[in-house]
């Protein structure tokens, strides 16, 4: 992973809090979204982490979610995503949430503590389970596949579908449209990149919505605010990324 020596230093932060905390029961620590696709931009992105911990408690992820509070220990991103999972759940998981804690902290994510599954849609909890265990990287701990198993593409296919459909709104942002081009390019290739990758890969691949696709890669080199969208065009290529992902026929 190639990070600002801040955010390298953090990820370590967070890693030994975790230590400190769990002791022992520490299984792993793993970076998933545009950390693990080497696609993180400063001002930008989040850090995005998942760690694995065993017979975790309440009380463990209460102390963790304040251990990890942005007021505790700030962080350097635009934000840290992070999501802490019992080993022993973990391993039964096929594309439920299953977390044991969901954390959203830092200067500019709305601060979000959630203690197990709260009944929303969870298609990013086996999406970023599936870029770790393509990716095949840890802070520390083993890899990724020998605690969870990885997802048939028939399985993991109407939970993309879902990451897809949940843009279909009329405020679409260049970070949708960017999303649905990274599902696109998993729907062609069974493959995980990062988002302006994409773009760019997709913008060459359905050339009908390339003008479209080329303003949200720009949009998404001008920080958090990114760049506004013709709605209609966004709309219009959901669709047709929704289509190509009901299409069974390979």
Same mark, same amino acid.
């Given at each position: 992973m190639t990070l600002p020596a801040a955010e390298t230093a953090y990820l370590h932060a967070v890693t030994d809090r =975790? !230590? @400190?905390l769990l002791g022992k029961r520490l299984t792993g620590v793993y970076p998933t979204g545009s950390v693990a696709l080497d696609g993180y !931009?400063? /001002? #930008?992105?989040d850090l995005d =982490?998942?760690? $694995? /911990? @065993? #017979?975790?408690t309440a009380a463990d992820a209460t102390a963790v979610a304040a251990a990890l509070d942005h007021a505790a220990l700030p962080c350097p991103a635009s934000g840290l995503e992070f999501v802490l999972y019992d080993r022993a759940q973990l391993a039964e998981l096929t594309t439920q949430d299953g977390f044991a =804690?969901? =954390?959203n902290t830092g200067r500019e994510l709305p601060a979000l503590? @959630?203690?197990g599954p709260q009944g929303r849609p969870g298609f990013w909890y086996p999406i970023d389970r599936d870029i770790i265990a393509q990716q095949d990287r840890s802070l520390t701990g083993p890899p990724f596949t020998t605690l969870a198993t990885r997802l048939a593409y028939p399985l993991l296919r109407p939970v993309v579908a879902a990451s897809v459909a949940a843009n279909d709104g009329p405020d679409l942002s260049d970070d949708a449209v960017l999303n649905v081009c990274r599902a696109l390019r998993w729907r062609t290739t069974r493959h995980w990149v990062a988002k302006a990758e994409a773009g760019r890969w &997709?913008? *060459?691949a359905v050339p009908e919505f390339g003008t479209l696709i080329t303003a949200a890669v720009a949009g998404h080199g001008?920080? #958090? &605010? /990114? #760049? *506004? $969208?013709d709605a209609a065009a966004a709309r219009a290529f959901v669709g047709y990324v929704l289509r190509r992902l009901g299409d069974t026929a390979d």
């Amino acid at each position: 992973m190639t990070l600002p020596a801040a955010e390298t230093a953090y990820l370590h932060a967070v890693t030994d809090r =975790l !230590r @400190e905390l769990l002791g022992k029961r520490l299984t792993g620590v793993y970076p998933t979204g545009s950390v693990a696709l080497d696609g993180y !931009r400063p /001002g #930008r992105s989040d850090l995005d =982490l998942i760690a $694995v /911990g @065993e #017979r975790l408690t309440a009380a463990d992820a209460t102390a963790v979610a304040a251990a990890l509070d942005h007021a505790a220990l700030p962080c350097p991103a635009s934000g840290l995503e992070f999501v802490l999972y019992d080993r022993a759940q973990l391993a039964e998981l096929t594309t439920q949430d299953g977390f044991a =804690l969901n =954390l959203n902290t830092g200067r500019e994510l709305p601060a979000l503590a @959630e203690f197990g599954p709260q009944g929303r849609p969870g298609f990013w909890y086996p999406i970023d389970r599936d870029i770790i265990a393509q990716q095949d990287r840890s802070l520390t701990g083993p890899p990724f596949t020998t605690l969870a198993t990885r997802l048939a593409y028939p399985l993991l296919r109407p939970v993309v579908a879902a990451s897809v459909a949940a843009n279909d709104g009329p405020d679409l942002s260049d970070d949708a449209v960017l999303n649905v081009c990274r599902a696109l390019r998993w729907r062609t290739t069974r493959h995980w990149v990062a988002k302006a990758e994409a773009g760019r890969w &997709a913008a *060459a691949a359905v050339p009908e919505f390339g003008t479209l696709i080329t303003a949200a890669v720009a949009g998404h080199g001008q920080g #958090r &605010a /990114g #760049r *506004a $969208v013709d709605a209609a065009a966004a709309r219009a290529f959901v669709g047709y990324v929704l289509r190509r992902l009901g299409d069974t026929a390979d």
